[in-house]
């Protein structure tokens, strides 16, 4: 499909175990984004790449969460000894934002977001 | 970090009526961003506002980038059932270490009594 693809869309797991999520973002984006949202709530910032840069970590909750991607391809969101508090939709977006110059020219600002991985741990 | 400050948290009106929504923050940004989120789905973007003072409508709905660059509001006019679900204002970053990264309000649950 054209969009972006979160994969698993569910996933149960016991307290104490590692998962990893997967985002296929639209192809030719280099901008990508990892959102938690728990119950009811808004969209936690986790991390943001954009391209090759440095990602911006700052919103990982903790140092069980990691996130890694590979140029502008597949992202994986690790969370290692997963804890209850975990639970919740883990969202991913990305945009052919590529810095001050797409601003400027009004363009590919817009973030596209893919349907979710609801975390469920038990 | 950015925050954004969106308002109100919730909504309760009946059909027909009009909707108004607004984010503000302390910091400037330079893109205003509104996403409508409906169960189970991710965010779905309605409308994006790229300058300061402008206005721009996508059907019933209008949305402004405020003047100080600092808000903006988005509004619903006749609202129709369909309309239920979470509404998020973002602003971009366009510069600093983290440029391009979207910053998020808290949300706006809208309820549509038919």
């Known amino acids: 499909g054209a969009g972006v693809s979160q994969s698993p869309s569910n996933k149960v797991t016991e307290k104490g175990k590692d998962v990893e999520l997967r985002c296929d973002p639209i192809s030719g984006h280099t901008a990508l984004y990892w959102y938690r949202q728990r119950l009811g709530q808004g969209l936690e910032f986790l991390i943001y790449?954009?391209?090759?840069?440095?990602?911006?970590k700052s919103g990982l909750p903790s140092d069980r969460f990691s996130a890694e991607r590979t140029g502008e391809s597949v992202s994986t969101l690790t969370i290692q000894r997963t804890q209850q508090e975990d639970s919740a939709v883990y969202l991913c977006?990305?945009?052919?934002?590529?810095?001050?110059?797409?601003?400027?020219?009004?363009?590919?600002?817009?973030?596209?977001f893919g349907q979710g991985t609801r975390l469920t741990v038990v | 970090g950015q925050q954004l400050n969106q308002s109100p948290q919730s909504m309760f009106i009946q059909e027909g009526e009009d909707v108004s929504m607004n984010c503000t923050s302390s910091?400037?940004?330079?893109?205003w961003l509104w996403y409508k989120q409906e169960p189970g789905e991710g965010p779905v973007l309605l409308i994006a506002?790229?300058?300061?003072?402008e206005l721009t409508s996508n059907g019933r709905l209008t949305a402004q980038f405020g003047i100080t660059r600092k808000d903006s509001f988005l509004n619903i006019s006749a609202s129709i059932p369909s309309d239920v679900g979470i509404y998020f204002c973002a602003g971009l970053n366009a510069g600093g270490t983290s440029y391009g990264k979207l910053t998020f309000g808290q949300g706006t649950i809208l309820t549509v009594h038919p």
């Open positions: 790449f954009q391209g090759n840069s440095a990602p911006d």
């Open positions: 977006a990305s945009s052919l934002y590529r810095g001050v110059w797409a601003r400027a020219k009004r363009m590919n600002t817009e973030a596209f």
């Open positions: 506002l790229y300058k300061a003072g």
């Open positions: 910091s400037i940004f330079n893109t």
